[in-house]
């Protein structure tokens, strides 16, 4: 399916003939197609955007620059925005005074190939690929495009799909299949032959120059929400606000009734799981009434996931276990419908951006900062009574980790994956957290930045994203450049959950939600989803694609896929992951051949 706000563009050097030969017959398929419409010619650049909900656009001829998407001015400082004229310069000039959700098509003055810039919130999609006669393809999607568009040989990666099965988290960004460059967000990418990249944003950047007064910080950071979720949301006329009775809603919903956009809302929407451990609508009801919100509310039962559902999201781009469970998409597309509401505002992000997770790292970096005098400090009692730990065993763990000790976490690997994959992805990291070690940063922050990296895997596929756009105003990239400058101990060094924030956002919280002390757990609901649904998954798994590839442990399978594994030892999320991956690779085989240079392992 088109994807909706899509673009594609084809870009060449203009003194090329084969090139414009190539692009003018391509061009013409690409207007006999009628999903796409034309919507910018300039030299060695033609841009299509989608039919249906197109982006919008704005084209500079003086500085040969197209923006696909929606931008902001950023309300930060400045310094340095004046740029440099060439397509690097111009893109971190970008970076430093717009935000948005976004992708520029950026040119050289002198006259050099195309670049292609995402924005660091990777809100917008984007992917290249070259053709034959020096035309490259810069798209939203990689596949139902027209004839001679897509990819030339876009082959079954096997080692990215290990990699992936492995950390989904580390791959967030990536593709699995060759001929195909993903730009990854903050990432600029010259076009043509052999390509070339450019890290043009990064969080260590930010990370690197911390702001250690926490009142200061708080301030800067509730200015920065305000602004970009009033800004994000001024853009539609009418939208729905997922509502689950947790911190990073409510704090959306409290900005919308302070800034008086709450009216742009047309209901919120909590869907409750049926569990008390997972039970959040008293929450959630406290959340709508203090914002004057209609509230919808949706219980989902743990039935049976369907193959058809499956085969269903396996045409996407990459496996997404957003869509495993179909419910939720389905709930949000028919209130879209019944409201006519043109984008879903969430909350999800904030759990990252305020640092929901703590631990070793978090200690590490307030002895960094403090010393000795970090004993005399509550961080150390409060993260320690917050992990259940003592404090020695935390200190233990601190000091391994300052030293650069501490082994990797179990919990980044899939559970179910045979021992070569787990030893051949034992260095795979995000490229966000690999900027991070290499600039120095202390454990914690490069748990924080592990964990912002991690928040792209919301970007894949639904259902949803079909029917209207998605809007993470926590992830907005003013919001992530505040808060990554506010050192850990801060923003996580409390006994209780993301107690900074709760302080910050206090006046837009009812009294229920910021004196919670945790969050409602949906793990018990997936356990049972995959136990009433083992019928179908143990062979779906078992006798899979991924187990015969060597990918999945069928030994671990067998053990997983148990009811009583799921009563007392689950991971439901490595099982959707898993899946996902399986679907995806079952419909992609039907099609692609497997990659020369990484086949099937076996």
Not at 143 to 151: A, I, Q, R, S, T
Not at 213 to 232: F, H, I, N, P, Y
Not at 336 to 364: E, H, N
């Amino acid at each position: 399916m088109t994807q909706r706000a899509g673009y594609l563009a084809l870009a060449w050097r203009p003194e090329a003939e084969p090139a414009g030969a190539l692009a003018d017959t391509l061009s013409h398929t690409m207007d006999a197609a009628s999903a796409w419409t034309a919507a910018q010619d300039a030299p060695g650049l033609r841009l299509w955007t989608t039919r249906r909900d197109p982006p919008d656009l704005r084209f500079d001829a003086d500085r040969d620059t197209a923006i696909v998407g929606t931008l902001f001015d950023h309300m930060g400082d400045r310094n340095g925005a004046e740029g440099s004229g060439d397509a690097v310069g111009t893109a971190r000039q970008l970076s430093r005074s717009h935000w948005g959700r976004y992708i520029a098509l950026l040119r050289d003055r002198g006259g050099d190939p195309w670049c292609v810039y995402r924005d660091p919130s990777g809100a917008m999609p984007a992917f290249t690929w070259s053709l034959t006669d020096g035309v490259s393809v810069v798209a939203s999607q990689i596949d139902e495009l027209p004839p001679g568009l897509g990819p030339r040989r876009p082959a079954l990666n096997w080692d990215r799909i290990a990699e992936f099965v492995a950390k989904p988290a580390a791959c967030a960004t990536g593709v699995l299949v060759d001929d195909v460059i993903p730009v990854h967000p903050g990432q600029l990418i010259r076009l043509g032959s052999p390509t070339r990249i450019e890290t043009i944003w990064s969080p260590s950047t930010f990370a690197a120059d911390p702001i250690d007064d926490a009142q200061v910080a708080g301030c800067e950071l509730k200015r920065r929400v305000t602004a970009c979720t009033t800004s994000l949301v001024g853009h539609y006329d009418r939208l729905l606000l997922e509502v689950s009775g947790g911190l990073d809603s409510a704090i959306l919903a409290g900005t919308l009734h302070m800034t008086g956009q709450a009216f742009r809302i047309t209901e919120g929407l909590n869907i409750a799981f049926g569990r008390p451990e997972s039970d959040e609508q008293a929450y959630a009801t406290a959340v709508a009434e203090r914002a004057g919100l209609r509230l919808i509310e949706r219980t989902h039962a743990p039935d049976a996931l369907d193959l058809e559902d499956l085969a269903e999201m396996a045409s996407e781009f990459r496996p997404s276990a957003n869509a495993v469970d179909p419910k939720w998409d389905r709930d949000e597309i028919d209130r879209l419908r019944a409201t006519g509401a043109q984008a879903i505002v969430s909350g999800q992000g904030g759990d990252a951006m305020f640092m929901q997770m703590s631990g070793a790292g978090v200690v590490a970096d307030a002895w960094a900062r403090g010393g000795w005098a970090t004993f005399r400090e509550p961080v150390l009692a409060d993260v320690a009574r917050r992990n259940r730990r003592s404090v020695w065993s935390l200190l233990r763990d601190a000091r391994a980790e300052r030293q650069g000790r501490a082994p990797p976490p179990e919990a980044l690997w899939s559970s179910l994956i045979t021992r070569e994959v787990r030893d051949a992805t034992l260095d795979l990291k995000p490229r966000w957290l690999e900027d991070a070690e290499a600039a120095g940063l202390p454990p914690g922050k490069q748990l924080h930045v592990h964990a912002l990296g991690r928040f792209f895997l919301n970007e894949g596929p639904s259902r949803r994203r079909r029917e209207a756009d998605i809007l993470y105003p926590l992830f907005a990239q003013p919001v992530v450049e505040q808060a990554l400058r506010i050192p850990t101990p801060i923003l996580a060094g409390a006994n209780y959950d993301r107690a900074y924030a709760r302080d910050v956002f206090a006046d837009r919280l009812p009294d229920i939600v910021r004196a919670r002390r945790a969050k409602g757990l949906v793990t018990v609901y997936f356990a049972r989803l995959i136990a009433n649904s083992l019928p179908v998954l143990r062979p779906f798994l078992v006798d899979g694609c991924l187990a015969e590839a060597r990918i999945l442990d069928r030994a671990k399978l067998e053990q997983a896929l148990t009811v009583e594994h799921l009563i007392w030892a689950a991971k439901p999320s490595d099982i959707l992951w898993a899946v996902a991956a399986e679907a995806w690779v079952r419909h992609r085989q039907s099609r692609v051949p497997d990659s020369a240079s990484a086949p099937r392992h076996r």
